[in-house]
Each structure stands twice: as structure tokens, then as C-alpha cells.
């Protein structure tokens, strides 16, 4: 089962649910605005409530794919399936293994996997952005501190909440959704004002 838990997770992902929801409110995120199908397109096509939608559902998929993982194969199955799902939203099967930018669903991951340090995550990305104004240099920084803080934790033991109880997992968390997520935000740190093409 240990071995499904990243295709069911990839599955979950892949699910075209911001587009969906776009085309209820006369939108294409494909094809509008920057063309990426997440929620900061769907703000800037549909407005406020789309994009809390799309960022909310993108958010439950993670959290589903969690669940889905960790009921297959317990902790490694649940870090397997979220970064399964996180690849399923950026290297959409359906959209020609393009797709979104991952941070939505990667929310949904972490809030499953690693509650506590969400937080800390939101605070790290908040905090750039307005320093830079730059969302691509804002996420490239969070997921460093992603991948520092995986290593730290264990070592550290500090809370985990309801995540996961074998904490010496998290380094593969912490990698696995950096390496997913790092190609299309060093696009945009390079090119801020660039569209990224698609196949």
C-alpha cells in the first residue's frame, strides 16, 4: 500500500477543481489572467470570494490526500500522498503536466502532517512578501526555512500537535514539497513579469 499512497495522493491533486469552480463564475484561469489555474488568478479574474474558495478547496485536497496516506500506510504514507498531491497540482495530468503553483494545496499537507509549524510558514511568507513585494523570492525563502526547520524539529523535539508521530519523517516532508514547489517560484523570482509558457 506504501507504494499507492503518492498515486492516490498524485490523483487528489491532479483534480482540475479551480478551474472548475472559475467556469461558476464566468471565468477561465487557463486562459485569463496569468493563466494559472490557483487562487491568486482567481482573484485577479473572479475576485475576492472565488479565490477564498479556490484557496479552501485547494487546501481540502491536501488535507484529503493526507488523510487517504496516512489511513494506507500510516506517517510515511500520509508525507508520500501529500507530496504526491502537491505534485499532482503543479504537474497536472490534466492540464499537459503543467498546472498550479502548489501552495494551496501544500497548505492543506502541512496543516495535515505538521500543524504546529504552519504557522510559522505563513508568518515566514507574510513577512517577505511585504518586505520584497515579490511572491516567487517570498516562497523560495519559506521553503528554505521549510527545509531547515524539518531537520530542526526532531532534533529539537518540539510539539507536533495532531501531525505526525514519527518525527524524523519530516526531513522527507520538508524536501519533497520543496523540490515539487521550487521550479515554477524560481521562475517567478527570475521573471516577475513574465507569464510562464505552457506545453
Do not use: C
Amino acid at each position: 500500500m506504501i507504494f499507492l499512497a503518492p498515486v492516490v495522493g498524485y490523483l487528489i491533486g491532479s483534480l482540475p477543481t479551480a478551474n472548475g469552480l472559475a467556469r461558476l463564475w464566468g471565468a477561465n484561469l487557463r486562459s485569463d489572467g496569468s493563466g494559472n489555474p490557483g487562487a491568486a488568478n482567481a482573484h485577479r479574474t473572479g475576485g475576492f470570494t472565488l479565490a477564498a474558495v479556490v484557496l479552501l478547496v485547494e487546501i481540502g485536497k491536501g488535507l484529503l490526500a493526507v488523510v487517504v496516506g496516512l489511513s494506507m500506510a500510516g506517517d510515511l504514507g500520509g508525507i508520500l500522498a501529500g507530496i504526491g498531491a502537491a505534485a499532482g497540482n503543479v504537474y497536472n495530468v490534466w492540464y499537459g503536466f503543467d498546472g498550479g503553483k502548489g501552495l494551496g494545496i501544500s497548505s492543506g499537507v502541512v496543516i495535515g502532517l505538521w500543524p504546529t509549524a504552519y504557522p510559522v510558514f505563513l508568518a515566514v511568507l507574510i513577512t517577505v512578501i511585504l518586505i520584497t513585494r515579490a511572491s516567487g523570492i517570498a516562497t523560495l525563502v519559506t521553503l528554505a526555512t521549510v527545509v531547515v526547520l524539518s531537520f530542526l524539529w526532531p532534533a529539537m523535539e518540539w510539539e507536533m500537535a495532531w501531525g505526525i508521530d514519527e518525527v524524523e519523517l519530516l526531513p522527507l516532508l520538508g524536501i519533497g514539497l520543496t523540490l515539487v514547489l521550487m521550479q515554477k517560484h524560481l521562475f517567478d523570482a527570475r521573471n516577475p513579469l513574465r507569464r510562464p509558457s505552457r506545453p
